[in-house]
């Protein structure tokens, strides 16, 4: 038995029967008061009083988990509603110029776009603004977007600088992260910010995904 030679037991044999028996502590209360436990800043403390802060450090991490989620549900359902409204404005447009105007606006006012980009494969008669430009897909200077285009999937991130001129132009300051969504034989957008961390690899794209799908359809159906 445990109590009738103690002095040849080494220590690493009781803890391999106290493995063995988790319930050993619960039979002698008294026992686990009085044990006490080394704590990583030197200073010891009774098993009860370890475990009691242990469940408090865990209940402070799924606190903090619980409120990040809450956050994440509050901005997710505020996407959804501006990529709903933004559904709505696109379906009121005739022409894809009032698709361009729109989808612009909408990226600029409810999605927060410090810079928005559009550039159309194809050209729109009468439409000239400074943030929209045609370029045809076969163009050499969409040469370094290649794999963006090819894949029909959004980035996000910081640019290589030599994709900046051809988006943003001068306004380069705003492109400190960017997003973009190709729109597969419409175009691409770009999306800009001053902040470094607004856009990073690794983000969800599921929303910039919708967008493009969103003008895409858009643009299809008023050329038609």
């Known amino acids: ?20 028996h988790p ?3 619960g039979q002698f209360p008294d026992l686990a008061m009085s044990l006490t436990v080394p704590k990583e800043d030197g200073k010891t403390a009774t098993l009860s009083s ?42 009121r447009a005739r022409t894809p110029a009032e698709v361009v105007h729109t989808f612009a606006a909408c990226l600029t006012e409810d999605f927060a776009g410090e810079s928005v980009r559009i550039i159309g494969f194809a050209p729109i008669p009468g439409f000239d603004e400074p943030w929209f430009s045609h370029i045809a897909a076969d163009d050499p200077r969409l040469a370094p977007f290649a794999d ?22 001068e306004d ?6 960017v997003a973009l969504i190709p729109v597969g034989r419409i175009g691409l957008i770009a999306i800009g910010s001053a902040d470094p961390h607004r856009f990073y690899p690794g983000m969800g794209t599921l929303f910039l995904r919708w967008i493009g799908e969103l003008f895409h359809t ?6 038609r």
Not at 65 to 73: D, I, K, M, P
Not at 172 to 177: E, I, K, L, V, W
Not at 218 to 223: F, S
């Open 1 to 20: 038995m445990l109590d009738e030679r103690p002095e040849k037991l080494s220590a690493h044999e009781v803890a391999v029967w106290l493995r063995r």
């Open 23 to 25: 319930d050993f502590l």
């Open 50 to 91: 370890y475990q009691l802060e242990i469940l408090r450090d865990k209940n402070k991490e799924l606190a903090r988990r619980l409120h990040e989620l809450g956050l994440n549900a509050q901005d997710n359902e505020r996407l959804s509603q501006h990529v709903h409204e933004l559904s709505l404005a696109l379906l």
């Open 148 to 169: 963006c285009l090819a894949s029909d999937e959004p980035i996000c991130g910081r640019l290589n600088p030599e994709k900046l001129p051809l988006l943003f132009g």
């Open 172 to 177: 380069r300051g705003f492109a400190q992260s």
């Open 218 to 223: 858009a643009m299809t159906h008023t050329r």
